[in-house]
């Protein structure tokens, strides 16, 4: 009897499992099937991976005027959404900005933000919450930014006076190289209370103090294939690209580990207050940081503040100089205003109303960030009508909103006056023009950024006249770009300057 209820059992076993089969597929035909946005046709396992393209932005755009500004891909096992309108733009930045704050885990972000211990990489959490008000009330609250005036101010004469010096011996500027000094220095010196020359060897490594960041900003772009299809970790480790990830991580651990050991140090506590000082104050106090914090919000503050504002300041002086007539307004402005003082300081920049206006435009021409960075969806919803689910990638394309011809006459080209009597800024509400971002991951440096920017192009239009090198038309400077991060110039900006008013020289070492 046993045997034959087993047998029973066998026989039935397979009509089961039909029955189960039977009733799975009955209910996904009567689930709706979800509306995804339209997007280009991908290719079997790679989705649309190969459509990217070396500049992004400027490929999904192209792609955006064909399937539209809300557009779905398949980026390998990843679904993402690309937005190239205001009007979208506002939808996931503002009305539904809980469920699209969250960031991406990606291979290259977790390492170097030590497991997410950051602000700019972080998924959303308490922990990133908690994280965001130490950088808002501690580090860049508006008290704190007017106190870094002298770093800015010192930073923009040296950096004036390294170009005079270049200048009087009639040499070729390479000013891409000195606006970049201009920024990690300045940087480095409102984060870490020094100066960092660009050969300088970071940590127990070799590799110079730029040649580290540049790996690092290129490897928080790289292609790492785990990203994209889970079970592929091995292709990261055979391309080479994993350990190029972990040398870096080394290299800029090592860097902080000296820095944070050299401000625990008792001598330093008559030396100016700086970033890190605050860090472990608050991290002695409060008891809220861990160490690995306070090196993620350094990693933070050190790659979201040198890139970009070189970047901006590389984009303003090529724009100036495709637009004579534009640079010819904006220094007689800047030396109407400064008059015989011999340099700008940061108290003659509120009253430089065209000048605010020409980084505005360059902003809108050349976000430095041209993707933002990118966001992952939380939770269903819908937009337009159509689904987006979670775990969603999201792109938000401020190069495309920022050139488009439904918000901006003439988009492409270089008008600082349509901002003349406008009240469009960058403070994240006005959503057709977005170079820093919106919501709860807007970008927290706005005005330190802001403030830097506009004193060094002041300072470098009041003191000099600038030409081309005799070889180069001003239709042949090269805007071709080289992404990371952040995107800036392919080609290093050589001009030639000369020197418009004397130049009060101070005493200090080039």
């Given at each position: 009897?046993?045997?034959?209820?087993?047998?029973?059992?066998?026989?039935?076993?397979?009509?089961?499992?039909?029955?189960?089969?039977?009733?799975?597929?009955?209910?996904?035909?009567?689930?709706?099937?979800?509306?995804?946005?339209?997007?280009?046709?991908?290719?079997?396992?790679?989705?649309?991976?190969?459509?990217?393209?070396?500049?992004?932005?400027?490929?999904?755009?192209?792609?955006?005027?064909?399937?539209?500004?809300?557009?779905?891909?398949?980026?390998?096992?990843?679904?993402?959404?690309?937005?190239?309108?205001?009007?979208?733009?506002?939808?996931?930045?503002?009305?539904?900005?809980?469920?699209?704050?969250?960031?991406?885990?990606?291979?290259?972000?977790?390492?170097?933000?030590?497991?997410?211990?950051?602000?700019?990489?972080?998924?959303?959490?308490?922990?990133?919450?908690?994280?965001?008000?130490?950088?808002?009330?501690?580090?860049?609250?508006?008290?704190?930014?007017?106190?870094?005036?002298?770093?800015?101010?010192?930073?923009?004469?040296?950096?004036?006076?390294?170009?005079?010096?270049?200048?009087?011996?009639?040499?070729?500027?390479?000013?891409?190289?000195?606006?970049?000094?201009?920024?990690?220095?300045?940087?480095?010196?409102?984060?870490?209370?020094?100066?960092?020359?660009?050969?300088?060897?970071?940590?127990?490594?070799?590799?110079?103090?730029?040649?580290?960041?540049?790996?690092?900003?290129?490897?928080?772009?790289?292609?790492?294939?785990?990203?994209?299809?889970?079970?592929?970790?091995?292709?990261?480790?055979?391309?080479?690209?994993?350990?190029?990830?972990?040398?870096?991580?080394?290299?800029?651990?090592?860097?902080?580990?000296?820095?944070?050991?050299?401000?625990?140090?008792?001598?330093?506590?008559?030396?100016?207050?700086?970033?890190?000082?605050?860090?472990?104050?608050h991290q002695k106090e409060e008891k809220h940081l861990i160490e690995d914090q306070v090196k993620g919000l350094l990693m933070d503050i050190l790659h979201a503040g040198t890139n970009t504002t070189f970047a901006t300041l590389e984009y303003a002086m090529a724009e100036l100089m495709k637009n004579p007539s534009v640079m010819l307004k904006a220094q007689e402005e800047v030396r109407r205003i400064v008059g015989d003082k011999g340099r700008v300081e940061d108290c003659d920049v509120p009253q430089m109303?065209?000048?605010?206006?020409?980084?505005?435009?360059?902003?809108?021409?050349?976000?430095?960030?041209?993707?933002?960075?990118?966001?992952?969806?939380?939770?269903?919803?819908?937009?337009?009508?159509?689904?987006?689910?979670?775990?969603?990638?999201?792109?938000?394309?401020?190069?495309?909103?920022?050139?488009?011809?439904?918000?901006?006459?003439?988009?492409?080209?270089?008008?600082?006056?349509?901002?003349?009597?406008?009240?469009?800024?960058?403070?994240?509400?006005?959503?057709?023009?977005?170079?820093?971002?919106?919501?709860?991951?807007?970008?927290?440096?706005?005005?330190?950024?802001?403030?830097?920017?506009?004193?060094?192009?002041?300072?470098?239009?009041?003191?000099?006249n600038w030409e081309l090198p005799d070889n180069l038309k001003k239709e042949g400077i090269d805007m071709k770009e080289v992404l990371g991060i952040s995107v800036h110039l392919k080609t290093n900006l050589q001009l030639q300057a000369t020197r418009h008013v004397p130049y009060v020289r101070r005493q200090m070492v080039y």
């Amino acid at each position: 009897m046993a045997i034959l209820g087993e047998l029973a059992a066998l026989l039935l076993l397979p009509l089961f499992l039909a029955f189960l089969l039977a009733r799975k597929i009955s209910k996904k035909q009567d689930r709706p099937k979800p509306k995804l946005p339209p997007g280009p046709p991908g290719l079997p396992i790679i989705g649309n991976l190969h459509q990217l393209g070396e500049n992004s932005h400027q490929t999904l755009c192209r792609l955006s005027k064909k399937y539209g500004p809300l557009m779905h891909m398949q980026l390998g096992r990843v679904p993402a959404l690309v937005i190239s309108s205001a009007q979208l733009a506002e939808q996931v930045l503002k009305t539904h900005d809980l469920l699209f704050c969250s960031r991406p885990a990606t291979t290259a972000w977790k390492r170097l933000s030590y497991n997410f211990s950051d602000v700019a990489f972080s998924p959303y959490n308490a922990t990133w919450r908690e994280l965001r008000k130490i950088i808002l009330h501690n580090l860049l609250n508006p008290k704190t930014v007017e106190g870094f005036r002298d770093a800015r101010e010192e930073e923009a004469e040296r950096m004036i006076g390294s170009i005079s010096h270049r200048s009087s011996l009639s040499q070729p500027i390479n000013l891409s190289s000195s606006l970049l000094s201009f920024s990690n220095n300045l940087i480095c010196r409102v984060a870490f209370g020094r100066r960092f020359q660009s050969e300088e060897p970071v940590g127990d490594q070799k590799s110079g103090f730029h040649e580290v960041l540049l790996e690092s900003e290129a490897l928080f772009m790289a292609f790492f294939a785990s990203d994209y299809f889970s079970y592929a970790g091995w292709v990261d480790v055979l391309s080479g690209v994993r350990s190029r990830l972990e040398k870096n991580f080394i290299e800029l651990d090592n860097f902080y580990g000296k820095i944070i050991a050299a401000h625990e140090d008792p001598i330093r506590a008559e030396e100016k207050e700086d970033v890190v000082d605050v860090l472990l104050h608050h991290q002695k106090e409060e008891k809220h940081l861990i160490e690995d914090q306070v090196k993620g919000l350094l990693m933070d503050i050190l790659h979201a503040g040198t890139n970009t504002t070189f970047a901006t300041l590389e984009y303003a002086m090529a724009e100036l100089m495709k637009n004579p007539s534009v640079m010819l307004k904006a220094q007689e402005e800047v030396r109407r205003i400064v008059g015989d003082k011999g340099r700008v300081e940061d108290c003659d920049v509120p009253q430089m109303s065209y000048l605010k206006m020409v980084v505005k435009e360059t902003l809108r021409l050349h976000p430095v960030v041209p993707l933002l960075l990118p966001r992952e969806v939380m939770g269903h919803v819908k937009i337009n009508e159509y689904d987006v689910f979670p775990k969603t990638r999201v792109f938000v394309n401020v190069w495309a909103i920022g050139r488009d011809p439904d918000s901006w006459d003439k988009p492409d080209e270089f008008i600082p006056e349509r901002f003349v009597g406008s009240d469009v800024d960058f403070s994240g509400h006005n959503y057709q023009f977005l170079p820093f971002g919106a919501g709860r991951r807007m970008c927290p440096g706005l005005s330190f950024a802001i403030k830097s920017v506009e004193l060094a192009l002041a300072n470098l239009l009041y003191t000099f006249n600038w030409e081309l090198p005799d070889n180069l038309k001003k239709e042949g400077i090269d805007m071709k770009e080289v992404l990371g991060i952040s995107v800036h110039l392919k080609t290093n900006l050589q001009l030639q300057a000369t020197r418009h008013v004397p130049y009060v020289r101070r005493q200090m070492v080039y």
